[in-house]
């Protein structure tokens, strides 16, 4: 059975290794340490709603979600989302995508976003279950070496 609850304080070393682990995999190979991710959702939870993902009672992931990145009310913006691997390939994802879904339509934002690496696992599932790109937002990077 999944369930996702608000995360409370003594979820967050186990959501940090979540995020370490899923972060540090291909293809994002982002170098996070465990201190590095209890940091992050620190500070995420200072501007963000975090909540905690459970499989049989086992937290195995977890939603990050901005309510205030863009413009307030309108739209709901996915900071981070996790699954651990060993808890893959079990509609975790596609429950907590449309968890998010039923969340972001219950506090009457008009779109839910978020960034995707287009060579993850999870981008097919997108599409599947009915998101498709913006085709407003697109994302510009310059390297600063």
Known sequence: MINIKKAVSSDFPKLALIYRD???ESPYNEGWTSEQTLN???????????FSIFYDKEIVGFLVLNPTLWKTGDILFAEEMA????FRKRGIGT???????????KKCFKKLMFFSNNKS?????????????????????????
């Not at 992050?40 to 975090?50: N, P, T, W």
């Not at 699954?83 to 060993?86: A, E, H, S």
């Not at 429950?95 to 339509?105: C, I, L, Q, S």
């Open 22 to 24: 899923g972060f540090n």
């Open 40 to 50: 992050k959702l620190k500070l995420f939870s200072r501007y963000c709603e975090i």
């Open 83 to 86: 699954v651990d691997k060993n």
């Open 95 to 105: 429950f907590a995508m449309n968890w998010m879904v039923d969340y972001g339509k």
């Open 121 to 145: 696992d999870a981008y097919r599932l997108y599409a599947k279950i009915g998101f498709s790109k913006d085709n407003e937002v697109e994302v510009f990077s310059k390297e600063l070496k």
